[in-house]
C-alpha cells in the first residue's frame, strides 16, 4: 500500500507545490492532496476540511507536510495526525516532495526519513561569480566606457 502525501500550507503553497510535483511525477496525483489555508478561515473550519478529505480517501497511511512550525497550518495538521497512522513533517519545499513522492512506497518511518534528508539536502548556498568578476570579451567591451 502506497503512502499518500498530504500537503498543509498557507495558500497558495500547497496547491503550487502538487503542481509542480505533478510536473515532474505526472503519476502522482492521486497520492498528493493539498490543502491551502486561507488567510481568514478558522482553524477549526480548516481541521473539519482536512479531516473530511482524509476520510474521503478511505485509510492509509499518511505522510502530511506543513510550511511552517508553529503556525496555523503546522497547528491544525498536528491535531489532524493524533490517533491516525500519519506522521508531520514541517518545513516543506519542493525537495522534500519530491524525494517523498518518489518513494511513496516505502513505509511510513522511512519515507518520512526520506523526507527530511531531501528537504535539507535541497537546501545549499551555490557559489556563483558575480559579473564584476567576470572577464568581459573583447567584443562586449566598449572604447569609450569611461566618456560620457
Not at 516543506?92 to 526519513?113: F, G, I, K, T, W
Request: charged share 15%; glycine share 6%.
Amino acid at each position: 500500500m502506497s503512502t499518500r502525501i498530504f500537503i498543509i500550507a498557507h495558500a497558495p503553497l500547497a496547491h503550487a507545490l502538487r503542481e509542480c510535483a505533478l510536473h515532474v511525477f505526472a503519476d502522482c496525483g492521486d497520492s498528493v492532496m493539498v490543502l491551502d489555508v486561507q488567510p481568514q478561515a478558522a482553524p477549526e473550519d480548516t481541521l473539519v476540511m482536512a479531516r473530511s478529505m482524509l476520510q474521503a480517501q478511505g485509510e492509509a497511511p499518511t505522510l502530511v507536510l506543513t510550511d511552517v512550525f508553529g503556525a496555523t497550518p503546522c497547528n491544525i495538521a498536528q491535531r489532524l495526525v493524533e490517533g491516525r497512522d500519519a506522521r508531520l513533517v514541517t518545513g516543506v519545499n519542493l525537495p522534500m516532495l519530491l524525494r517523498s513522492v518518489c518513494y511513496r512506497a516505502e513505509p511510513l518511518d522511512a519515507l518520512v526519513q526520506r523526507a527530511v534528508v531531501g528537504g535539507t539536502q535541497g537546501v545549499m548556498q551555490v557559489a556563483i561569480s558575480a559579473p564584476q568578476n567576470q572577464i568581459r570579451q573583447s567584443h562586449d567591451q566598449d572604447q569609450h566606457d569611461h566618456q560620457q
